[in-house]
């Protein structure tokens, strides 16, 4: 059943918590792991979905899916997977004689990109200008995608056996990164329960036309200049550290802010706080960072620079 939308913006946490119950049925997890999605595709970026085998990073991407009530497809990443199975190409129609456009899976609200780092890198490099642009080109046509367009995907940790590390120019085409862990022992009880039992279905709990007001309704959350200020320092201090190769860009910068409003509607405001920037730093920054070697040797985390980032960047106003 769709959840009403309503025009004003306090009205929309309700809404969004419709999808947060939908996935809830399917996937057994924190709520911040649907929240975080939802802030990305208000924030019209894309998520970066990092576990181990086996802790339903699947399950929860088909099943936000299924609640927006958008249209849906799945690419298995694999070594000998090309571009053209992921944009399309022409093929000639014997009928007429012509060269048809048989279109790509990525040609779709959601595209589940499902174990992205198990493809080299110039497969994956198909999804750059679809991220980036909304767009694709084929044979020298530029072909639009229909809004809204999110791509989900997800990737084992590199250390698996048969996985490429994605470069850093795809990195930063995603607006977030989520990592899957472990269930909490309660939540794996219940995984336990659920297994052997008829699939629950999830239900759209928004229409297609209701996702596309909220982006505009997202982009219209106000943000008072020292908060862009705040954004701004929390980027600078990671490419001020002395661990870090590279640092966090200038679209970093955007992408943090841009968060940072899609959770202010979330949370049915329409402006934004430092506690959003504070909240969304570590998994919008962390893995657009390029540690130094030695850093690595040593066992420092990215997310460990951001924190540190947001504890000794002050807040003022």
């Not at 499902?114 to 497969?123: C, H, L, V």
């Not at 980027?235 to 200038?250: I, K």
């Not at 992408?255 to 509607?265: E, G, T, V």
């Given at each position: 059943m769709e959840a009403r939308l309503s025009g004003e913006v306090s009205g929309v946490p309700s809404a969004l918590a419709a999808i947060a119950r939908e996935v809830g049925k399917v996937f057994v997890g924190p709520p911040e792991t649907v929240e975080l999605l939802l802030v990305a595709m208000l924030a019209r970026g894309h998520v970066l979905v990092e576990g181990v085998p086996g802790v339903a990073k699947t399950t929860l991407v088909k099943a936000f899916a299924a609640a927006l009530g958008s249209s849906f497809r799945r690419i298995q990443f694999t070594p000998d997977l090309l571009p053209q199975d992921i944009t399309g190409t022409h093929v000639l129609d014997l009928k007429t004689n012509e060269f048809q456009l048989r279109k790509g899976p990525v040609f779709a609200h959601?595209?589940?990109?499902?174990?992205?780092?198990?493809?080299?890198?110039?497969?994956?490099?198909?999804?750059?200008?679809?991220?980036?642009?909304?767009?694709?080109?084929?044979?020298?046509e530029t072909h639009a995608l229909p809004p809204p367009f999110l791509v989900l995907a997800t990737q084992n940790p590199i250390e698996h056996e048969g996985t490429y590390p994605l470069p850093e120019a795809q990195l930063d085409r995603f607006l977030c990164r989520l990592v899957v862990g472990y269930p909490a022992e309660a939540e794996e009880r219940r995984v336990l329960e659920m297994h052997g039992r008829a699939p629950v279905p999830v239900h759209q709990a928004l229409a297609p036309a209701d996702v596309v007001r909220l982006l505009g309704q997202a982009a219209d959350v106000h943000a008072e200049p020292e908060?862009?200020?705040?954004?701004?320092?929390?980027?600078?201090?990671?490419?001020?550290?002395?661990?870090?190769?590279?640092?966090?860009?200038?679209?970093?910068?955007?992408?943090?802010?841009?968060?940072?409003?899609?959770?202010?509607?979330?949370?049915?405001?329409?402006?934004?706080?430092?506690?959003?920037?504070?909240?969304?730093?570590?998994?919008?920054?962390?893995?657009?960072?390029?540690l130094a070697p030695e850093a690595e040797m040593e066992g420092l985390d990215a997310r460990a620079v951001v924190?540190?980032?947001?504890?000794?960047?002050p807040w003022v106003r």
């Open positions: 959601v595209v589940l990109a499902d174990e992205i780092n198990r493809a080299p890198a110039k497969t994956q490099s198909a999804l750059l200008e679809a991220m980036q642009e909304g767009q694709v080109t084929i044979d020298g908060v862009m200020d705040y954004i701004l320092e929390l980027v600078r201090y990671t490419r001020r550290h002395g661990r870090v190769a590279l640092g966090a860009s200038p679209r970093a910068a955007l992408a943090l802010l841009w968060a940072s409003k899609a959770r202010a509607l979330c949370r049915g405001r329409s402006f934004v706080l430092p506690d959003d920037a504070k909240a969304l730093a570590v998994a919008v920054l962390a893995h657009r960072l390029l924190a540190e980032a947001i504890d000794r960047v």
